[in-house]
């Protein structure tokens, strides 16, 4: 029987001699040798109970080993959870408790502050740390290195991605293996990636650009990675002689253009850099052209829907655009009210259809109808205009959104956090510019009446409350949080107030 995800991704590796991981200390990976680890680790997976369709949950170090857990779980039918490593136990608790992996991997490390966590939501732990070692890799350990897959249709789920709403509340989006592999076939062709592309691999591969778009992409296409457990300057710029293409965040790019070192030299061997995950500035693409003589491609995808635009390959790669929609994906822009199409040329809903687009929200189906219309097409929350040649900008978010390095972050969730803290009558969570991350997360308060603030001691408290690219880089006292006649916070005038914060 077929496995959709699986035979078109991990079966062609079956007898693979040259590399299909290289890593920083220059060992390498066969493509054979991956698989044959992936199937100690489906058989592993299976002796903890695993069966088709239950969901297989990971808070791990990126790591070969790492990655192998994802094809594992591809092969025993299952329904993979990769979490952010930033993720504290009470805000594991949540997604335990809302997806109920039967199987939940952590790091060494963590295991004994999240055994509680695991086991009060029936999930059986396992370690998996950073270097390969753990009681996962132990129970692989003689397990046999071939496996035939469970069966899996196109329509079956492969993957769950948690992005949270702005009450806070996590939704678990759920991907298929449609989902999944027909985005890795249109950026493969898109992009131009053959067997002969050696991706510079420097992302996580706890979301959907790492994992999804980057890996994917580089088994589809039978080429190899540089698998870097987190990005570096010094790593990047050794390496990228060795690579053929690369896709980042903007903040790898600010970073690498800060190094003298970064010369157009470096980069010659180079074909390809991309950028999504959030907006790159028009003076980084021209400063990165100027330096290297390449033009960033950016694009533009959701947890979701992976990607849904780029700019072309061959073409005009317009800076402040995200270029055109992709090969299969139907894009619109709509009056965010009425959900009527809008003239070319005037911002309002960016909504998005194709076989990219995920299949709903896990045990939400409320938030699933509010979000994805009967015809199929999703509403993004983001507010766009196409111009007359066809290129999509994003001109802003219609929910308060934060991308800060990349990463995701919702101000309610901060503020319920801000909320609780001593001498704190209210807060207001806001994203201002920043120049290595985009945008900070920063923290305006209130103080109740009669108490001051500590702001020390509230960074300090938020610690262990929230994942460290949640924590506001940034907080500030107000005597009051300006609102609209209908009493709602007028976050713009924040922004405006604290736009200057971080500059210079």
């Known amino acids: 029987m077929a496995n959709t995800l699986y035979d078109a991704l991990f079966a062609p590796l079956a007898g693979r001699d040259k590399a299909f991981l290289i890593l920083p200390d220059g060992r390498e990976i066969s493509g054979d040798a991956f698989l044959r680890m992936v199937a100690r680790f489906a058989h592993a997976l299976r002796g903890a109970g695993v069966e088709p369709g239950d969901r297989v949950a990971v808070q791990i170090a990126k790591s070969p080993e790492g990655l192998a857990v994802y094809a594992a779980a591809v092969a025993a039918g299952a329904i993979f959870l990769p979490l952010n490593v930033g993720y504290t136990a009470d805000e594991i608790d949540y997604f335990l408790g809302n997806a109920t992996p039967k199987v939940f991997l952590c790091d060494g490390t963590k295991a004994a502050a999240l055994a509680p966590v695991a086991a009060r939501h029936g999930a059986a732990l396992m370690t998996l740390s950073g270097d390969g070692s753990g009681t996962f890799t132990d129970a692989a350990e003689g397990q046999p290195e071939t496996i035939d897959p469970a069966p899996r249709g196109p329509e079956d789920l492969a993957a769950f991605l948690y992005t949270s709403g702005t009450t806070g509340r996590s939704k678990g989006a759920m991907l298929s293996h449609r989902n999944l592999l027909s985005n890795a076939q249109v950026l493969a062709d898109y992009w131009r990636f053959t067997e002969e592309d050696v991706l510079l691999h420097a992302l996580p591969i706890f979301h959907t650009h790492g994992l999804f778009v980057a890996s994917n992409v580089s088994l589809l296409t ?229 108490e001051t603030p500590d702001e020390g001691a509230i960074q300090a408290a938020l610690g262990g409350k929230l994942a460290k690219f949640k924590q506001p880089k940034g907080l500030a006292v107000v005597e009051a949080l300006p609102r609209n006649t209908m009493g709602k916070v007028q976050k713009n005038i924040l922004r405006e107030m604290f736009a200057d914060r971080f500059k210079g």
Request: aromatic letters at 8%.
């Open 222 to 450: 039978g080429g190899a990675m540089i698998f870097l457990p987190a990005f570096s300057v010094d790593e990047v710029l050794r390496l990228m002689p060795q690579a053929t293409a690369m896709m980042g965040v903007p903040t790898f790019y600010t970073r690498l253009l800060d190094d003298p070192r970064f010369t157009r030299e470096v980069a010659k061997g180079m074909r390809l850099f991309t950028s999504g995950s959030a907006p790159l500035l028009a003076e980084t693409h021209v400063a990165f052209e100027q330096r290297t003589g390449h033009r960033i491609l950016e694009r533009y995808g959701m947890t979701e829907t992976n990607m849904n635009t780029s700019n072309p390959y061959d073409g005009e790669r317009r800076a402040g655009t995200v270029g055109f929609p992709l090969p299969g994906v139907e894009l619109k822009i709509t009056d965010p009210e009425t959900g009527a199409p809008l003239p070319q040329g005037e911002p309002g809903m960016i909504e998005v259809r194709g076989e990219n687009v995920f299949q709903g929200y896990w045990q939400m189906p409320e938030k699933t109808a509010e979000e994805l219309r009967a015809d199929g097409f999703f509403i993004t929350g983001d507010i766009g205009v196409m111009d007359a040649d066809g290129y999509v900008s994003i001109v802003g978010r219609q929910k308060d959104l934060i991308i800060t390095g990349g990463y995701n972050v919702y101000p309610k969730e901060v503020e319920l956090v801000l909320d609780e803290q001593p001498g704190v009558l209210e807060s207001a969570v806001i994203g201002v510019p920043h120049p290595d991350f985009g945008e900070a997360v920063f923290g305006v308060l209130v103080a109740a009446k009669g």
